[in-house]
């Protein structure tokens, strides 16, 4: 309720007021046809007042901001000119109605109403009343969103020349609310321009706490979410500030670039407090309110402070204006002032210069200039003026002037003015600018909008950092090849962790995370890319499998000569001694056994790991076999013989070698076909070395090894048992040894693929076959055909009858 009676209060008075007779010869107001309101913050209020009860106050006792009364000039200037103009108006006058403001706007804002709506003093006459068709104002966004509303309940349209915050391109909320100045997000999307082409990534944002601050604050975290541009500290400014509390937090947070998107005044008390303080070597980047500030830049000990960007509306000369403030002040109104009705119109601004005004920060200058003309170009249209004359029969209302403004599309000082459907301009360029040391924003670059160009020229940057662009970061960047580890809420702040071997990183895609390297790549500690890892197997022009071909050859040709050699002698008693027709199924099994060897050659392939196993384990099982049967026969015969002669009867009978030999063939058969049909043998790839892939076969003979290790040992015991029989008859004695270079052989392999990994371990693996073979042809088989070629008289009946009787002497003593 009381925020009620206080409204009404103020609009009691105001209206009272209102009813006093004006003055038409007054810089506040020009009588004309159709009228335009003007707000203009010609004075500030130093210091925030509080009242108990409702009170106006007097703005004529607040400092003057000299750059708002230049912008209050233009509008007086762009009147006069139109007025003046032949062209676009026609014998028709257009007159204005300016009001200033510093805390307080009601007075105005009821007296621009009171001439077009039914708001009269109650005791007042219903007369004298103009017709005012817009409003050029406010300039701030907490002044506009104060009276804004009440001029969008008729759809007076208001043709704001400063007020930047987002919300005013809510139609639903202002539906006749139109600006000649870009929103927010347009300077702080020049601002993320510059952020990123210095890749400064860690910055404070200073901010006026008003309705324009806040939104720009706003606006500036949205836009940075998908960027590497981190707000380290932020901060509302206002009459309490404490700022040396402010520069001790950015220095804690190591900031070195500060964005202050504050008006001028709240600007110059942060600047001066940073001379004051010592606050030094920073980069400063100014909004487009004070970016263009005409003191500042000469301050004493400003350079301390650091370096200076801006954003700024590009300063665009307007002719004719220089001439109208000298002609203007060369007239005093001290008359017409004492007799204002309102105290918001009354300027105490008598001591001014027209120098001073020429010279004043131009910032907004434009906007107000285009915001009268894109009025005047509005009510052109209505009147369907042309041939030098208007239509003056036709009523003007301000719901027309909205629609017409809308459509704006006119060309002024080289400008195309139009806006878009949000009522925000389609026009216009921000120049960036640096303070130079000469004390003047210097244009180095610019960003147009339509369309989207940023350009920027550093070079002409006198940085504070002796030449070279300061760098701001919450962490430094990570050399090549470590990733970015996220150590705080911020994620410009980060260690760096070196991505490990197997893994690279890509800085482009993603700094956070170590990427794994594909199973046919390799990639060493802080790697950036993978490499494509060197596929090994034995190729046959490789020397050792030259060598282990030739050895197979060899082999064969061996085994084919012994054969025939046997063969021709087959009836001697080397031969029969040495197995008879077995010799010939041990021989046959060791060449067939050898073709195996060729398979660990070239790429394997499926049946390559196949005819790699097949062949050895089955022939030379059956080898084994032989064996076996072998040095259980010579057991047999000198020892089963003597003290079974039941048992050795029937082995005799049933052939009980073959059996044996048959039983253990079937068997590893078996364990075979089993076994590769459950899980049969295929080409792998072992990554045991980081830059290599060893082609092997996959397999799992575990029951084939088994097989061969049992029967192994079987022979060996059997051999071992004949170890007294006779020297020149010691058939036991060959086979242990063979078994003895079989099993050594065996083992070094064992211990060298446990120790040791690589390509060597396939060549190995067939260099083992070999020798497996080459064990019983040169140490059982080369012997015998060393006494039938070089020994014939040992191959006699008669020498082995007699070995045999001197043995059996020697177990009977």
């Given amino acids: 309720m009381a925020p009620f009676l206080v409204w009404m209060c103020l609009l009691g008075r105001l209206l009272r007021a ?37 009170e106006v106050i007097d703005c004529s006792s607040e400092p003057l901001i000299l750059s708002s009364y230049r912008r209050f000039q233009m509008m007086r200037f762009a009147v006069e000119e139109i007025n003046n103009s032949t062209n676009l108006l026609p014998n028709v006058s257009l007159g204005f109605d300016i009001h200033g403001h510093c805390s307080n706007t009601l007075p105005g804002i009821f007296s621009l109403l009171s001439v077009n709506r039914s708001i009269h003093p109650w005791s007042a006459p219903q007369t004298n009343l103009s017709k005012m068709i817009a409003v050029v104002g406010a300039y701030t966004s907490t002044e506009t969103l104060t009276v804004a509303p009440l001029f969008m309940i008729d759809l007076i349209p208001m043709v704001s020349y400063g007020a930047a915050s987002s919300v005013f391109s809510r139609k639903q909320n202002f539906p006749s609310f139109l600006r000649t100045v870009h929103p927010n997000k347009d300077v702080i999307e020049v601002i993320l321009k510059i952020l990123l082409h210095f890749n400064w990534h860690w910055v404070t944002f200073l901010y006026i706490d008003d309705d324009y601050g806040k939104d720009g604050q706003q ?29 001790k937090q950015i220095t804690a947070q190591r900031v070195h670039i500060i964005i202050v998107f504050a008006p001028e005044w709240t600007a110059e008390a942060l600047i001066e407090a940073a001379i004051q303080k010592n606050f030094t070597d920073k980069v400063w980047i100014a909004g487009d309110a004070w970016s263009l500030n005409k003191r500042l830049p000469k301050e004493k000990g400003i350079r301390n402070v650091g370096t200076v960007l801006g954003v700024a509306e590009p300063f665009k000369p307007i002719p004719g204006f220089s001439d109208f403030i000298y002609s203007s002040k060369s007239h005093t109104h001290s008359e017409n002032e004492e007799q204002q009705n309102l105290c918001n119109q009354v300027c105490n601004c008598h001591n001014l210069s027209a120098e001073d005004v020429v010279a004043a920060d131009p910032s907004f200058s434009f906007p ?27 009523t003007v209302h301000p719901h027309m002037i909205l629609a017409e403004l809308k459509k704006s599309n006119f060309t002024l000082l080289n400008q195309r003015i139009q806006f878009d459907e949000n009522g925000d301009p389609r026009f216009g360029i921000y120049s960036l600018v640096f303070w130079n040391h000469s004390g003047d924003a210097q244009e180095i670059g610019f960003y147009s909008f339509h369309p989207s160009n940023f350009v920027i020229n550093s070079t002409k940057i006198q940085w504070h950092s002796k030449g070279e662009v300061p760098t701001s970061r919450c962490s430094p960047e990570c050399t090549a090849g470590h990733r970015k580890k996220q150590d705080r809420m911020q994620h410009c702040c980060f260690t760096c962790e070196v991505c490990p071997d197997g893994s690279y990183i890509n800085t482009t895609e993603d700094a956070y995370t170590c990427m794994p390297c594909a199973e046919t790549e390799w990639s060493t500690e802080a790697s950036t890319s993978c490499n494509l890892r060197l596929v090994e197997y034995i190729r046959f022009t490789d020397s050792a499998a030259i060598l282990i071909m030739v050895g197979a050859l060899v082999l064969v040709g061996i085994t084919l000569a012994m054969s025939v050699l046997f063969a021709i002698n087959y009836n001697t008693p080397v031969v029969r001694s040495a197995g008879g027709p077995m010799c010939f199924l041990i021989l046959g099994c060791l060449c067939l056994s050898s073709f195996s060897v060729f398979f660990y050659i070239d790429k394997p392939t499926f049946y390559f790991c196949i005819l790699r196993y097949f062949p050895f384990f089955l022939f030379y099982t059956v080898c084994i076999a032989c064996f076996v049967v072998r040095s259980f026969q010579i057991v047999c015969i000198f020892t089963i013989a003597a003290k079974f002669p039941n048992a050795h009867s029937w082995w005799i009978k049933y052939h009980g070698q073959w059996l044996v030999i048959t039983v253990i063939s079937v068997t590893q058969a078996l364990f075979l076909v089993i076994g590769y049909s459950q899980g049969p043998p295929k080409p792998k790839e072992t990554l045991w070395y980081p830059d290599k892939i060893l082609l092997e076969c996959d397999m799992n003979m575990k029951a084939n090894y088994a097989l061969l290790v049992l029967l192994c040992s079987l022979c060996f015991v059997f051999s071992y048992m004949g170890k007294d029989l006779p020297k020149n008859y010691n058939e036991a004695k060959a086979i242990t040894f063979c078994l003895l270079l079989l099993i050594l ?69």
Avoid: M
């Fill in 18 to 54: 209102s009813s006093q007779p004006t003055v038409s010869a007054s810089e506040f107001h020009l009588e004309g046809d159709y009228l335009i309101g003007g707000l203009f913050n010609i004075h500030r209020v130093s210091e925030p007042v509080y009242y108990d009860k409702p």
């Fill in 219 to 247: 606006v500036f975290i949205d836009k940075i979410k998908d960027t590497e541009i981190c707000l380290a500290y932020t901060k509302e400014l206002n009459h309490n500030t404490n700022f040396n509390q402010v520069f």
């Fill in 368 to 394: 107000v200039y285009s915001a009268v003309y894109a009025i005047a170009h509005a009510l052109h249209s209505i009147l369907q003026c042309g041939a030098g004359t208007c239509n003056d029969n036709v």
């Fill in 745 to 813: 052989t065996w083992v070094l392999f064992g211990t060298y693929h446990n120790l040791t990994r690589g390509n060597s371990i396939t060549t190995l693996n067939a260099v083992a076959v070999l020798v497996s073979l080459y064990c019983f042809l040169l140490w059982y088989f080369l012997p015998k055909c060393y006494i039938i070629i070089f020994q014939p008289h040992k191959n006699t009946q008669q020498y082995f009858q007699g070995l045999i009787q001197n043995y059996t002497k020697t177990i009977s003593q």
